[in-house]
């Protein structure tokens, strides 16, 4: 097992991880009686077993792979087949096809290949087995939410020890339950977090729920994460405003009143957004303008335009290699394998071509293209789309397709790549369709 970067001694990640473990045993001893919810459970807990080593991190894999197939297959969950899951089927046998291509013409060993496609298994079962769990036992939905609830609210309860055991130090590879080498789940979490009690609660937030939001918020601001003070106040402001589509009332105007509060401390409390370099730096909308463009895009004045700069400009680069007079060869089209993007370091990943100037500016379609190139991004793009367009209820369709298109393109890409979001994103897709066809019986009846 490797310390990450040496911020935090053995002893501490031992206090950290046993916090985590008995998270998870709560959750395991309450909700016991569903295999489904365990199987949703340990979908959170990857960095638990992950923090014993790479034999065990590996084990679990297959464990939650095998777990996922069995359920799938107890559960019988084609018999509710539908000409969208065709669809959606028809995608998933096309990625998967690109998938193995691609791997067949790399040197990526077994282990990473199936350890990369095992996630894309998982999120595909996930689809089939929540709009189960949500459609066909409607009489335990609010017990489904609730344990939903209870899962996200152990993060926060993982972060609060974070911030005890490590002084409030800022450790972005740390995430709760869900990470120990990548801090960008902080972000993702925080955002899913926010969009799932909006849900629960029906947009009615209560006191309580003002304190599960910071809750989330402390989660990126742990990681060191400055995504969420841009992203959080946009997020929140379409739940609350848009998708509703009605007047304001008290609760929606304190949520709005806190958002450039939000904004303001997060660019104080974070160093590398304010002109100071530190926490309680001073507030500077010209620095936050230029540091972000640099951060998306590179910096303009460096001498070599040869390499991508930034996650935005990493995506630039690939659209317009497409329209340039660049003929596109064989790496192109399928990539240059799984080992290069995850199974380097920052150091190794610099011997490689790969047309990013560092191993950070890679965003999550580009990442896709480095591993199983343009026809990597193509399958990717068809196999998940379908699934947004599934949501019938056009402004969460438009805000949903939205984030997720921003964390693919702009940003890392690990809504696709991490089963816990995964069924995150197909629970709201399932559960707002169930809404809607729960608020039309009813109008029926009243009719």
């Known amino acids: 097992m490797s310390l ?29 009686y569903s295999k489904f919810y365990i199987l949703i459970v340990f979908l959170f807990y990857p960095a638990f077993f992950e923090f014993f080593g790479m034999n065990v991190g590996n084990a679990y894999k297959v464990f939650v792979l095998i777990f996922t197939l069995w359920i799938s297959f107890r559960k ?29 013409k790399n040197d990526d060993d ?24 949500i459609y066909y036992n409607q009489a335990k939905i609010e017990d489904f939410k609730r344990f939903i609830y209870d899962v996200i609210f152990m993060q926060i309860i993982i972060n609060i020890g974070k911030l005890i055991i490590f002084s409030g130090k800022q ?18 979490i925080t955002i899913f977090g926010f969009i799932f009690l909006w849900l629960y609660r029906r947009g009615n937030f209560k006191f309580k729920d003002f304190l599960y939001i910071f809750g989330l918020i402390l989660i990126g601001f742990l990681a060191g994460k ?25 609760t929606i105007f304190f949520t709005i009143l806190l958002m450039p509060i939000v904004f303001y401390f997060g660019i104080r409390l974070t160093p590398t957004l304010n002109p100071d370099n530190k926490i309680w730096g001073r507030f500077s909308i010209d620095h936050i303008m230029e540091y972000g463009n640099k951060y998306q895009f590179g910096d303009n004045t460096k001498e070599n335009k040869l390499v991508a700069q930034g996650r935005g400009g990493a995506t630039l680069s690939l659209f317009n290699k497409l329209y340039s007079d660049v003929v596109l060869n064989d790496k192109d089209w399928f990539g240059l394998g799984l080992t290069i993007m995850y199974n380097t370091s920052y150091e190794e990943f610099q011997n490689f071509k790969t047309g990013l100037n560092m191993k950070g500016s890679a965003s999550g379609i580009y990442q896709t293209y480095i591993t199983t190139g343009y026809m990597g991004v193509l399958s990717t793009i068809f196999l998940f789309s379908p699934m947004l367009l599934n949501i019938k209820i056009r402004r969460i369709r438009l805000v949903l397709t939205l984030i997720v298109c921003w964390e693919y393109f702009m940003y890392i890409g690990l809504i696709f790549r991490v089963p816990a979001f995964m069924f995150l994103l197909v ?20 009719s």
């Open 4 to 32: 990450p970067y040496g911020l935090a001694s053995f002893f501490q990640l031992c206090i950290f991880y046993s916090i985590v473990f008995v998270t998870l045993v709560y959750l395991l001893k309450k909700y016991y």
């Open 110 to 133: 077994l282990t990473t290949i199936l350890s990369q496609f095992s996630r894309y298994v998982i999120a595909y079962y996930l689809w089939f087995l929540v709009r189960k769990e």
């Open 76 to 104: 019988n969950i084609y018999l509710s087949f539908n000409s969208g899951d065709k669809l959606i089927t028809f995608f998933f046998v096309v990625f998967s096809f690109f998938f193995f291509v691609s791997t067949s």
């Open 171 to 188: 450790i972005e590879h740390i995430v709760g339950s869900l990470t120990l080498i990548g801090g960008g789940h902080a972000t993702i």
């Open 226 to 250: 400055r995504a969420i003070w841009y992203m959080m106040p946009i997020v929140i402001f379409l739940f609350m405003v848009y998708i509703p589509n009605k007047k304001i009332n008290s």
């Open 427 to 446: 629970f709201f897709i399932h559960y707002f369709n169930y809404s809607l066809i729960k608020i039309k019986k009813i109008e029926v009846v009243h």
